[in-house]
């Protein structure tokens, strides 16, 4: 389950890179752990909304959608706003490929274009249309899934 989670999470807000290396994968995951539980609480989603982004779906409810914003503020690449912020996900990109040039090229191409998309005034609506823009994105570039 947990190598789910951190797939999902890489997929939706680090631009979908396929990510290969020395990175420490146990603490990625309990911070994103952490991260998901303390959202839960703060916008009242339960497991099933986790469990709709551990399996990739779209969110089924409000709070699902929240959870989407509120983990995405959390790593910084939604701002207070609610828009995606570009340099701060190139800088994720850059670390979970350790600057791997190849990959780096995709990220930026799957960055780029989500940071043209015109999104909802709602934070949540926003985040959920991020996540559906970089799971696309990540689909034409071919990155079907991590191997982490």
Same mark, same amino acid.
């Given at each position: $389950?947990? +190598? #789910? ?8 807000i680090?631009? /979908? =890179?396929?990510?290969?290396? @020395? ?16 959202c ?10 986790l ?20 983990? $995405?503020? +959390? #790593? ?10 570009? /340099? =701060?996900?190139?800088?994720? @990109? ?55």
């Amino acid at each position: $389950m947990a +190598k #789910y989670l951190f797939t999902l999470t890489v997929l939706c807000i680090f631009g /979908a =890179v396929i990510v290969r290396g @020395a990175i420490d994968k146990s603490a990625v995951i309990a911070d994103f752990m952490s991260k998901g539980e303390a959202c839960k609480a703060e916008v009242g989603a339960n497991d099933a909304d986790l469990g709709e982004i551990i399996g990739k779906k779209p969110a089924s409810t409000p709070e699902g959608k929240c959870l989407r914003a509120c983990i $995405m503020k +959390k #790593y910084e690449v939604i701002d207070a706003n609610g828009k995606f912020a570009p /340099a =701060v996900a190139l800088k994720h @990109a850059q670390m979970y490929t350790e600057g791997a040039e190849d990959k780096m090229k995709i990220a930026q191409e799957i960055i780029d274009s989500c940071a043209k998309l015109s999104v909802s005034d709602d934070h949540c609506e926003a985040a959920e249309e991020y996540c559906k823009c970089l799971h696309e994105q990540a689909m034409a570039h071919g990155v079907e899934d991590m191997d982490i």
